[in-house]
C-alpha cells in the first residue's frame, strides 16, 4: 500500500477511487485553503464530457501519490451534486481536459 500524502499535492487529472477501490474519475479541482491549511474538499469528473461533482473533505478516505479515495460506494459518487457551471467555464473545462 503506498504512503499518504498531503492534500497539497493533488494535481488535476489524479485518479479518484471509490470505497472499494475502484475507479470512477479524476479530480478536477482541489478546494482549499492552504494558507490555513483547510483542505475543503474536491471537485472531481467522472466522464469526458461531465460537469464536475463537489465532494467534502469528510468524504476523502485517503490520499496517496497519484489517487484520492473516497469514502463512497461507486454508486453514491455518481449521484453527487454537480457543482453549477456556466456554458463558457464548459468550453474551458472541455478543452482543458483535451489537454496533453
Same mark, same amino acid.
Given at each position: ?8 499535492? *493533488?494535481? &488535476? +487529472?489524479?485518479? %479518484? $477511487? ?6 470512477? +474519475? ?14 475543503? /474538499?474536491?471537485? *472531481?469528473?467522472?466522464? =469526458? ?10 468524504? %476523502? ?8 479515495? $473516497?469514502? $463512497? ?6 449521484? $453527487?451534486?454537480? &457543482? =453549477?457551471? /456556466?456554458?463558457?467555464? &464548459?468550453?474551458?473545462?472541455?478543452? &482543458?481536459?483535451? /489537454?496533453?
Amino acid at each position: 500500500m503506498a504512503d499518504p500524502v498531503s492534500w497539497f499535492v *493533488i494535481e &488535476r +487529472g489524479w485518479k %479518484v $477511487l471509490a470505497a472499494d477501490g475502484s475507479e470512477v +474519475g479524476e479530480v478536477d479541482q482541489v478546494a482549499g485553503d492552504t494558507e490555513r491549511d483547510i483542505f475543503d /474538499g474536491l471537485d *472531481i469528473v467522472t466522464g =469526458p464530457l461531465g460537469k464536475p461533482s463537489y465532494v467534502p473533505a469528510e468524504k %476523502v478516505a485517503g490520499i496517496t501519490d497519484g489517487a484520492v479515495r $473516497l469514502s $463512497l460506494a461507486a454508486d453514491e459518487i455518481e449521484r $453527487l451534486q454537480e &457543482r =453549477p457551471v /456556466g456554458f463558457w467555464q &464548459r468550453v474551458k473545462l472541455f478543452f &482543458r481536459r483535451q /489537454g496533453p
